[in-house]
């Protein structure tokens, strides 16, 4: 299953989560690191719910990018 991911810039490098899996974040100073973190927190967040008993979320959530002439 794939799951969007959102990445944005901060002070110090990227930070990344993923609107269906609440909670789950990753941090990188590179755009790379920060997918490969995620990556890892993905599926170590999945793992976790399983061993506890959760459903694994769908996802659901799209993205799309609007043109705004200005």
Sequence with gaps: MKYLTVIE?????YSAYSPDLVGCV????TIEEVTANMEEAIQFHLEGLKLEGYEIPEAKTTSTYIEALV
């Design 26 to 29: 990753s941090t990188g100073s």
């Design 9 to 13: 810039k901060t002070g110090t490098g």
